[in-house]
């Protein structure tokens, strides 16, 4: 009891330094999309506004502080509509400067079925039949590029959603504070990526599928390659693939060990559509299975998807960053 009451305090005590560090990489991000876009200052400025209110959701529920009280006011009648409202209607920031209409529904659509499917609002953290439907309405419809808009942002729209329904309500995860914060995440994080590379190096250049090489980036586009592949690559993935995927293969199955290793297959085939020559590459559906393994593992270790986050960002940064060289 005493215990608790101390983390409690000590929560709230490094809640204003946690805002502070969340809003200035928040500016950061919004600064370098809206320098990086090749498009008129109004269409630069609706993007930043729509990524920093997309981005807002996902800061709060893993701020320890300001999670729980967010978790209590979707308990009550109408929040989750309301949530979806405003995710819809900062989204519509952007698709009204240059997209259309026609958009925003599609958009609306693709929250409007989740929230219906669990209309009950079903707070049992056990596997639910509704979730062999659910899960892929979350992911297919993004990865098949079947909902107009920018890449960036619906990526943060489907994290989101997917907060709302398995970290709010289902309580399935705790997202942790995205970024480690305890030497136990950093040490898992940046050890299964080390281990990773020991197997993925020699496999990647025997076979072609990359060579060393550092990318070509200005020192503005490193910064921005940064920060966008850690909050739009790895915690979206991480969230789905190890903290709401593996997360139900264990519970239903009681096997920690093969959900994770189930969950990596998943997370490999779901790269059949990324390719460096003729698709599928199996190469990058064997890597990607690898990787899983590495990333499911900093997450069944600590316990919060911090570690695993840390382990995908630092993969992709080695492969795009320093294994840029040609293809053969």
Not at 73 to 78: C, T, V
Not at 89 to 103: I, K, M, T, Y
Not at 180 to 202: D, Q, Y
Request: aromatic share 10%; net charge positive; glycine share 10%.
């Amino acid at each position: 009891m005493l215990e608790a009451v101390v983390t409690s305090h000590e929560d709230r005590a490094k809640a204003p330094r946690e805002a502070a560090l969340a809003a200035a990489a928040l500016l950061c991000s919004v600064g370098g999309l809206a320098l990086a876009l090749e498009a008129p200052w109004g269409e630069r400025l609706a993007l930043g506004l729509a990524f920093a209110g997309l981005s807002y959701p996902a800061l709060v529920f893993a701020l320890p502080a300001a999670g729980p009280g967010l978790r209590r006011w979707l308990e009550r009648p109408g929040s989750r509509g309301l949530y979806a409202a405003g995710l819809l209607a900062v989204f519509s920031v952007e698709r009204l400067v240059r997209g259309s209409a026609r958009d925003l529904a599609i958009a609306a659509l693709y929250l409007a079925v989740p929230l219906l499917l669990t209309a009950d609002r079903p707070s049992a953290p056990r596997p639910l039949w509704r979730d062999l439907a659910l899960v892929p309405l979350l992911w297919i419809p993004l990865e098949l590029h079947a909902v107009p808009g920018e890449a960036t942002l619906l990526r943060l729209l489907g994290l989101d959603l997917l907060l709302l329904l398995y970290a709010g309500e289902r309580r399935l995860c705790e997202p942790g504070r995205w970024l480690p914060s305890r030497r136990r995440e950093w040490l898992w994080g940046a050890g299964a990526w080390a281990v990773f590379l020991v197997a993925a190096i020699p496999f990647a250049t025997m076979t072609g599928f990359a060579h060393p090489g550092l990318s070509a980036r200005s020192p503005g586009g490193w910064l921005l390659f940064l920060v966008l592949t850690y909050w739009i690559v790895a915690v979206p993935e991480e969230a789905l693939f190890r903290g709401t995927i593996q997360e139900l293969l264990a519970r239903a199955w009681a096997r920690k060990l093969a959900a994770l290793v189930v969950a990596a297959v998943v997370f490999g085939l779901a790269h059949l559509d990324n390719h460096n020559g003729d698709p599928p590459d199996w190469r990058y559906v064997v890597l990607a299975t690898l990787a899983g393994i590495a990333y499911g593992t900093a997450y069944l270790r600590t316990g919060n998807l911090a570690a695993g986050s840390l382990t995908h960002f630092l993969v992709d940064v080695t492969w795009r960053g320093f294994f840029a060289g040609p293809h053969a």
